[in-house]
Protein backbone atom coordinates (compact mmCIF):
# COMPACT_ATOMS: atom_id res chain seq x y z
CA UNK A 1 0.00 0.00 0.00
CA UNK A 2 1.26 3.60 -0.48
CA UNK A 3 2.15 5.69 2.29
CA UNK A 4 0.71 8.92 1.89
CA UNK A 5 2.02 12.02 3.48
CA UNK A 6 -0.29 13.64 6.32
CA UNK A 7 -1.01 17.21 6.07
CA UNK A 8 0.38 19.51 9.29
CA UNK A 9 -3.24 20.10 9.89
CA UNK A 10 -3.64 15.95 10.76
CA UNK A 11 -0.22 15.82 12.51
CA UNK A 12 -1.55 18.57 14.88
CA UNK A 13 -4.84 16.65 15.73
CA UNK A 14 -3.29 13.63 16.22
CA UNK A 15 -1.23 15.29 18.81
CA UNK A 16 -3.76 16.50 20.39
CA UNK A 17 -6.15 13.40 20.27
CA UNK A 18 -3.09 11.83 21.99
CA UNK A 19 -2.75 14.47 24.71
CA UNK A 20 -6.31 13.26 25.46
CA UNK A 21 -5.30 9.73 25.70
CA UNK A 22 -2.96 9.86 27.88
CA UNK A 23 -4.35 12.77 29.88
CA UNK A 24 -8.00 11.19 30.57
CA UNK A 25 -10.56 14.50 31.12
CA UNK A 26 -8.33 17.29 29.38
CA UNK A 27 -9.14 18.77 26.10
CA UNK A 28 -6.40 19.79 24.05
CA UNK A 29 -8.33 21.90 21.56
CA UNK A 30 -10.09 24.68 24.51
CA UNK A 31 -8.90 28.04 23.16
CA UNK A 32 -7.33 29.04 26.55
CA UNK A 33 -4.76 25.94 27.44
CA UNK A 34 -1.27 25.69 26.54
CA UNK A 35 -1.84 22.11 25.22
CA UNK A 36 -3.06 23.82 22.37
CA UNK A 37 0.11 25.43 21.12
CA UNK A 38 1.52 22.40 23.09
CA UNK A 39 0.18 20.36 19.68
CA UNK A 40 0.96 22.53 17.29
CA UNK A 41 4.18 23.16 17.95
CA UNK A 42 4.61 19.12 18.07
CA UNK A 43 2.54 18.52 15.86
CA UNK A 44 4.21 20.75 13.28
CA UNK A 45 7.70 19.48 14.03
CA UNK A 46 6.26 15.59 13.46
CA UNK A 47 5.36 16.89 10.00
CA UNK A 48 8.64 17.95 8.75
CA UNK A 49 10.26 14.77 10.05
CA UNK A 50 7.27 12.81 7.78
CA UNK A 51 8.68 15.14 4.85
CA UNK A 52 11.74 14.73 5.10
CA UNK A 53 11.11 10.38 5.07
CA UNK A 54 9.02 10.73 2.45
CA UNK A 55 11.63 12.83 0.05
CA UNK A 56 14.32 10.43 1.57
CA UNK A 57 12.06 7.52 -0.01
CA UNK A 58 11.37 9.28 -3.24
CA UNK A 59 14.98 9.60 -3.76
CA UNK A 60 15.57 5.80 -3.48
CA UNK A 61 14.34 5.79 -7.01
CA UNK A 62 15.52 7.27 -10.08
CA UNK A 63 11.21 7.98 -11.53
CA UNK A 64 11.14 9.76 -8.47
CA UNK A 65 14.23 11.40 -6.98
CA UNK A 66 14.66 14.90 -6.39
CA UNK A 67 16.66 17.18 -9.19
CA UNK A 68 19.72 16.66 -6.46
CA UNK A 69 18.97 12.76 -5.60
CA UNK A 70 18.94 11.88 -9.42
CA UNK A 71 23.03 13.62 -10.24
CA UNK A 72 23.40 11.31 -7.06
CA UNK A 73 21.59 8.20 -9.47
CA UNK A 74 23.92 9.37 -12.58
CA UNK A 75 27.36 9.49 -10.69
CA UNK A 76 26.33 5.78 -9.70
CA UNK A 77 24.89 4.87 -12.78
CA UNK A 78 28.35 6.45 -14.88
CA UNK A 79 26.03 8.69 -16.63
CA UNK A 80 26.71 12.49 -16.67
CA UNK A 81 23.85 15.38 -17.20
CA UNK A 82 24.74 17.01 -19.99
CA UNK A 83 26.15 20.84 -19.90
CA UNK A 84 25.47 23.56 -21.88
CA UNK A 85 27.20 24.44 -24.90
CA UNK A 86 28.38 27.57 -26.76
CA UNK A 87 26.87 28.43 -30.00
CA UNK A 88 29.68 28.36 -32.81
CA UNK A 89 30.12 29.39 -36.65
CA UNK A 90 31.83 31.90 -38.65
CA UNK A 91 31.66 35.63 -38.96
CA UNK A 92 32.63 37.30 -42.16
CA UNK A 93 34.60 40.34 -41.78
CA UNK A 94 34.09 42.85 -45.24
CA UNK A 95 37.06 45.61 -45.00
CA UNK A 96 37.49 48.29 -47.43
CA UNK A 97 41.58 48.10 -46.56
CA UNK A 98 44.02 46.02 -44.83
CA UNK A 99 42.69 44.79 -41.36
CA UNK A 100 43.30 42.07 -38.71
CA UNK A 101 41.57 40.32 -36.06
CA UNK A 102 43.12 38.75 -33.14
CA UNK A 103 42.66 35.57 -31.82
CA UNK A 104 39.81 36.04 -28.46
CA UNK A 105 38.68 39.41 -30.09
CA UNK A 106 35.01 40.31 -29.07
CA UNK A 107 32.14 41.24 -31.30
CA UNK A 108 28.74 41.95 -30.24
CA UNK A 109 25.10 41.85 -31.33
CA UNK A 110 22.30 44.44 -31.17
CA UNK A 111 20.99 42.29 -28.04
CA UNK A 112 23.84 42.58 -26.35
CA UNK A 113 24.60 38.84 -26.94
CA UNK A 114 29.06 38.53 -27.17
CA UNK A 115 31.34 36.37 -29.34
CA UNK A 116 34.90 35.65 -29.43
CA UNK A 117 37.10 34.89 -32.02
CA UNK A 118 38.21 31.74 -31.75
CA UNK A 119 41.16 31.80 -34.45
CA UNK A 120 43.08 34.95 -35.69
CA UNK A 121 42.73 36.09 -39.47
CA UNK A 122 43.79 39.35 -40.69
CA UNK A 123 43.27 40.30 -44.80
CA UNK A 124 45.51 42.63 -47.07
CA UNK A 125 43.34 44.96 -48.66
CA UNK A 126 39.43 45.34 -49.22
CA UNK A 127 38.04 41.94 -49.44
CA UNK A 128 35.90 39.39 -47.16
CA UNK A 129 37.59 37.26 -44.40
CA UNK A 130 36.18 34.97 -42.10
CA UNK A 131 36.74 34.23 -38.69
CA UNK A 132 35.71 31.45 -36.59
CA UNK A 133 33.80 32.55 -33.41
CA UNK A 134 31.71 30.99 -30.33
CA UNK A 135 29.64 32.54 -27.87
CA UNK A 136 30.74 33.84 -24.99
CA UNK A 137 28.17 32.07 -22.56
CA UNK A 138 26.68 29.13 -23.33
CA UNK A 139 23.10 28.49 -23.80
CA UNK A 140 20.54 28.53 -27.22
CA UNK A 141 20.78 32.51 -26.59
CA UNK A 142 24.14 32.33 -28.92
CA UNK A 143 22.57 30.74 -31.77
CA UNK A 144 22.11 33.35 -34.44
CA UNK A 145 20.71 33.69 -37.66
CA UNK A 146 22.65 34.19 -40.78
CA UNK A 147 23.23 37.59 -41.83
CA UNK A 148 23.14 38.94 -38.56
CA UNK A 149 25.12 41.94 -37.97
CA UNK A 150 28.06 42.19 -35.28
CA UNK A 151 30.16 44.94 -33.79
CA UNK A 152 34.11 44.77 -32.55
CA UNK A 153 34.45 45.32 -29.10
CA UNK A 154 37.98 44.48 -29.17
CA UNK A 155 40.74 42.72 -31.35
CA UNK A 156 40.20 44.43 -34.56
CA UNK A 157 42.58 46.42 -36.12
CA UNK A 158 41.23 48.60 -38.87
CA UNK A 159 37.80 48.69 -40.49
CA UNK A 160 35.24 45.77 -41.13
CA UNK A 161 31.85 45.53 -41.42
CA UNK A 162 30.91 42.04 -39.58
CA UNK A 163 27.88 39.77 -40.07
CA UNK A 164 26.99 36.02 -39.50
CA UNK A 165 27.87 33.64 -42.52
CA UNK A 166 24.62 31.95 -44.08
CA UNK A 167 25.54 28.69 -41.91
CA UNK A 168 24.57 31.07 -39.02
CA UNK A 169 25.88 30.67 -35.26
CA UNK A 170 24.68 27.32 -34.39
CA UNK A 171 25.15 24.36 -31.51
CA UNK A 172 24.10 26.56 -28.54
CA UNK A 173 23.06 24.38 -25.88
CA UNK A 174 21.10 24.61 -22.51
CA UNK A 175 21.93 22.23 -19.73
CA UNK A 176 20.06 19.11 -20.35
CA UNK A 177 16.56 19.00 -18.49
CA UNK A 178 15.78 17.41 -15.76
CA UNK A 179 13.06 15.44 -16.78
CA UNK A 180 15.15 14.40 -20.44
CA UNK A 181 18.36 13.38 -17.69
CA UNK A 182 15.69 11.02 -15.72
CA UNK A 183 14.56 9.33 -18.92
CA UNK A 184 18.32 8.72 -19.90
CA UNK A 185 18.82 7.03 -16.51
CA UNK A 186 15.61 4.92 -17.00
CA UNK A 187 16.43 3.95 -20.12
CA UNK A 188 20.08 2.75 -19.10
CA UNK A 189 18.25 0.75 -16.03
CA UNK A 190 15.95 -0.95 -18.49
CA UNK A 191 18.65 -1.76 -20.92
CA UNK A 192 21.85 -2.24 -19.18
CA UNK A 193 25.16 -2.30 -21.36
CA UNK A 194 25.81 -5.41 -22.71
CA UNK A 195 28.22 -4.68 -25.40
CA UNK A 196 26.79 -3.30 -28.51
CA UNK A 197 23.64 -3.87 -28.15
CA UNK A 198 20.91 -1.06 -29.93
CA UNK A 199 19.96 0.23 -26.22
CA UNK A 200 24.04 1.06 -26.50
CA UNK A 201 24.09 2.95 -29.17
CA UNK A 202 21.07 4.85 -28.43
CA UNK A 203 23.09 5.74 -25.16
CA UNK A 204 26.59 6.59 -26.70
CA UNK A 205 24.77 8.74 -29.37
CA UNK A 206 22.64 10.62 -26.79
CA UNK A 207 25.28 11.62 -24.70
CA UNK A 208 26.33 13.93 -27.23
CA UNK A 209 24.89 17.67 -26.09
CA UNK A 210 22.02 18.09 -28.36
CA UNK A 211 21.36 15.02 -29.29
CA UNK A 212 17.57 13.93 -28.01
CA UNK A 213 17.25 10.82 -30.07
CA UNK A 214 18.67 8.66 -32.14
CA UNK A 215 17.96 5.76 -33.91
CA UNK A 216 20.00 2.58 -35.09
CA UNK A 217 19.94 0.02 -37.50
CA UNK A 218 21.98 -3.48 -36.73
CA UNK A 219 23.01 -4.91 -39.82
CA UNK A 220 21.97 -2.50 -42.31
CA UNK A 221 25.15 -2.90 -44.62
CA UNK A 222 26.23 -6.36 -43.34
CA UNK A 223 27.35 -8.41 -40.47
CA UNK A 224 29.07 -7.10 -37.68
CA UNK A 225 27.65 -3.05 -39.11
CA UNK A 226 25.97 -0.94 -37.69
CA UNK A 227 24.02 2.43 -38.87
CA UNK A 228 22.79 5.08 -36.16
CA UNK A 229 20.75 8.21 -37.16
CA UNK A 230 20.64 10.91 -34.78
CA UNK A 231 18.46 13.64 -34.24
CA UNK A 232 18.68 16.86 -33.06
CA UNK A 233 15.61 18.38 -32.32
CA UNK A 234 15.69 21.89 -30.61
CA UNK A 235 18.71 23.33 -31.79
CA UNK A 236 18.63 22.02 -35.68
CA UNK A 237 15.63 22.85 -38.25
CA UNK A 238 13.64 19.22 -38.35
CA UNK A 239 16.22 17.96 -36.25
CA UNK A 240 17.96 16.94 -39.05
CA UNK A 241 21.96 16.70 -38.04
CA UNK A 242 24.89 18.92 -39.19
CA UNK A 243 27.72 17.73 -40.54
CA UNK A 244 29.88 18.61 -37.26
CA UNK A 245 27.02 16.49 -35.55
CA UNK A 246 27.57 13.38 -36.99
CA UNK A 247 31.01 13.25 -36.53
CA UNK A 248 30.90 14.31 -32.93
CA UNK A 249 28.10 11.54 -32.48
CA UNK A 250 30.78 9.16 -34.10
CA UNK A 251 33.87 10.02 -32.20
CA UNK A 252 31.57 9.58 -28.57
CA UNK A 253 30.46 6.06 -30.31
CA UNK A 254 33.99 4.94 -31.48
CA UNK A 255 35.14 6.09 -27.94
CA UNK A 256 33.24 3.02 -25.94
CA UNK A 257 31.87 0.72 -29.04
CA UNK A 258 33.19 -2.72 -29.56
CA UNK A 259 36.46 -2.86 -31.00
CA UNK A 260 35.17 -5.08 -34.24
CA UNK A 261 32.20 -2.76 -34.54
CA UNK A 262 31.48 -1.18 -38.55
CA UNK A 263 29.87 1.92 -37.52
CA UNK A 264 28.22 4.50 -39.89
CA UNK A 265 26.57 7.50 -38.42
CA UNK A 266 24.11 8.95 -40.82
CA UNK A 267 21.88 12.04 -41.45
CA UNK A 268 18.02 11.13 -42.04
CA UNK A 269 16.21 12.01 -44.80
CA UNK A 270 13.57 14.04 -43.92
CA UNK A 271 10.16 13.67 -45.05
CA UNK A 272 8.19 16.74 -44.80
CA UNK A 273 4.34 16.04 -44.34
CA UNK A 274 2.14 19.22 -46.19
CA UNK A 275 -1.31 19.18 -43.97
CA UNK A 276 -4.22 20.71 -45.20
CA UNK A 277 -6.72 22.05 -42.60
CA UNK A 278 -10.74 22.46 -44.37
CA UNK A 279 -13.66 24.11 -42.73
CA UNK A 280 -11.79 25.47 -39.26
CA UNK A 281 -14.04 26.66 -36.87
CA UNK A 282 -13.27 29.14 -35.53
CA UNK A 283 -10.80 30.23 -38.11
CA UNK A 284 -8.94 33.28 -35.87
CA UNK A 285 -5.58 33.34 -36.08
CA UNK A 286 -5.12 32.43 -32.37
CA UNK A 287 -6.83 29.16 -33.39
CA UNK A 288 -4.18 28.54 -36.42
CA UNK A 289 -1.14 29.44 -34.08
CA UNK A 290 -2.26 27.22 -31.32
CA UNK A 291 -2.69 24.58 -34.28
CA UNK A 292 0.34 24.97 -35.77
CA UNK A 293 1.96 24.65 -32.23
CA UNK A 294 0.23 21.63 -31.30
CA UNK A 295 1.27 20.26 -34.66
CA UNK A 296 5.06 21.05 -34.34
CA UNK A 297 5.38 19.44 -30.64
CA UNK A 298 3.80 16.24 -32.19
CA UNK A 299 6.13 15.81 -34.96
CA UNK A 300 9.01 16.24 -32.59
CA UNK A 301 7.69 13.77 -29.99
CA UNK A 302 6.57 11.08 -32.51
CA UNK A 303 8.32 11.50 -35.22
CA UNK A 304 11.16 8.81 -35.82
CA UNK A 305 13.76 7.26 -38.48
CA UNK A 306 12.03 4.23 -40.43
CA UNK A 307 14.13 1.31 -41.37
CA UNK A 308 14.41 -2.44 -41.84
CA UNK A 309 15.73 -3.74 -38.70
CA UNK A 310 13.37 -6.26 -36.91
CA UNK A 311 11.38 -4.62 -34.31
CA UNK A 312 11.50 -5.55 -30.30
CA UNK A 313 9.31 -4.61 -28.13
CA UNK A 314 11.95 -3.49 -25.47
CA UNK A 315 14.54 -1.58 -27.69
CA UNK A 316 12.33 1.27 -29.80
CA UNK A 317 15.27 2.92 -30.57
CA UNK A 318 15.26 0.61 -33.81
CA UNK A 319 14.84 1.77 -37.14
CA UNK A 320 12.13 -0.19 -37.97
CA UNK A 321 9.64 -0.42 -40.84
CA UNK A 322 7.03 2.58 -39.73
CA UNK A 323 4.08 4.73 -41.28
CA UNK A 324 3.25 8.29 -39.73
CA UNK A 325 -0.01 7.68 -38.93
CA UNK A 326 -2.58 10.01 -39.83
CA UNK A 327 -4.73 10.07 -36.36
CA UNK A 328 -1.47 11.37 -35.06
CA UNK A 329 -2.03 14.83 -36.96
CA UNK A 330 -5.84 14.78 -36.52
CA UNK A 331 -5.00 14.70 -32.50
CA UNK A 332 -2.74 16.97 -32.05
CA UNK A 333 -5.53 19.55 -34.15
CA UNK A 334 -8.14 18.83 -31.68
CA UNK A 335 -6.00 19.50 -28.87
CA UNK A 336 -5.38 22.65 -29.98
CA UNK A 337 -7.09 25.56 -27.76
CA UNK A 338 -10.12 26.69 -28.71
CA UNK A 339 -10.43 24.43 -32.03
CA UNK A 340 -14.08 23.63 -32.15
CA UNK A 341 -14.53 22.12 -35.50
CA UNK A 342 -12.41 20.95 -38.83
CA UNK A 343 -11.36 18.58 -41.41
CA UNK A 344 -8.48 17.20 -42.21
CA UNK A 345 -7.96 17.45 -45.73
CA UNK A 346 -4.37 16.06 -46.16
CA UNK A 347 -3.15 13.67 -45.68
CA UNK A 348 -5.22 11.47 -46.84
CA UNK A 349 -4.23 8.28 -45.34
CA UNK A 350 -0.98 7.31 -42.76
CA UNK A 351 2.11 8.59 -44.47
CA UNK A 352 4.62 5.70 -45.81
CA UNK A 353 8.24 6.60 -44.71
CA UNK A 354 11.16 5.17 -46.75
CA UNK A 355 14.16 3.47 -44.99
CA UNK A 356 16.31 5.97 -43.69
CA UNK A 357 13.42 9.18 -43.41
CA UNK A 358 12.20 10.24 -41.05
CA UNK A 359 8.60 12.83 -40.81
CA UNK A 360 8.97 16.28 -40.36
CA UNK A 361 6.32 18.86 -40.29
CA UNK A 362 5.89 20.55 -43.70
CA UNK A 363 3.25 23.22 -45.24
CA UNK A 364 -0.17 23.74 -42.95
CA UNK A 365 -2.45 25.28 -45.43
CA UNK A 366 -5.55 26.50 -44.22
CA UNK A 367 -8.79 26.04 -47.09
Given at each position: ???????????????????????????????????????????????????????????????????????????????????????????????????????????????????????????????????????????????????????????????????????????????????????????????????????????????????????????????????????????????????????????????????????????????????????LSPATDAVKDAI????????VERSRVAGEAEP??????RATPFSFPRAWI??????????????????????????????????????
Amino acid sequence: MTWKLPTVGECVAAVSAAFEAWFPGVDARLARNNLGPTATVVGGAHWQILARLAEIADDRFVHRASPRALLMHGVDLGIARKGAAAATGRVLATTSGAASIEIGALMRRADGTRFRATRAASIAGPGVVAVTVAAVDPGTAGNTAPGSPLVALSGLTGEATLAVDDAGLIGGEEIEAIDAYRARLLARLAAPPQGGTSSDYWRWATSVAGCTAAYVWPRKDGAGRVTVYPVFDGTRSGGLPTTGDLAEVRQAIDAVAPSGALVSVAAFTPHPVAISIAGLSPATDAVKDAIRAELATMFVERSRVAGEAEPHPSLPMRATPFSFPRAWIEEAINRAASEARHTLAAPAADVALAAGERATLGTIGFV
